[in-house]
């Protein structure tokens, strides 16, 4: 079964840095597009960040000059590293990757910025 599984969320103070994680189960290629979206309560579901095999690189406004988006050596993980975290992070962030025009969704990682 084809899925995406994210880890690497948590708590953590404001100021601090995680490291999320995300990895394709049952996908060793054919992920052209992988990135992270995040959706904070009663917000709609934002794109954080993207990267294509290209690669070009996207990021949200709010995103720029504190997280970096990364794909690993095996083609089928993505990471978000993510620094200067404020409480306007706090949010559910999930993978997302499109395999031969098909969206693929991970369940979510859990990030809370809290003192």
């Known amino acids: 079964q084809v899925q995406l599984v994210e880890s690497g969320g948590g708590l953590v103070q404001p100021g601090g840095s995680l490291n999320l994680s995300c990895v394709g189960s049952?996908?060793?290629?054919?992920?052209?597009?992988m990135a992270w979206y995040r959706e904070a309560p009663g917000k709609q579901r934002d794109l954080v960040a993207s990267l294509t095999v290209d690669p070009d690189i996207y990021y949200a406004d709010f995103a720029k000059d504190r997280f970096t988006i990364s794909r690993g050596p095996a083609q089928n993980t993505v990471h978000l590293q993510m620094n200067a975290l404020t409480s306007e992070d706090t949010a559910v962030y999930y993978c997302?990757?499109?395999?031969?025009?098909?969206?693929?969704w991970g369940q979510g990682t859990q990030v809370t910025v809290s003192p």
């Open positions: 997302y990757a499109i395999r031969s025009g098909a969206e693929i």
């Open positions: 049952g996908i060793t290629a054919d992920l052209y597009v």
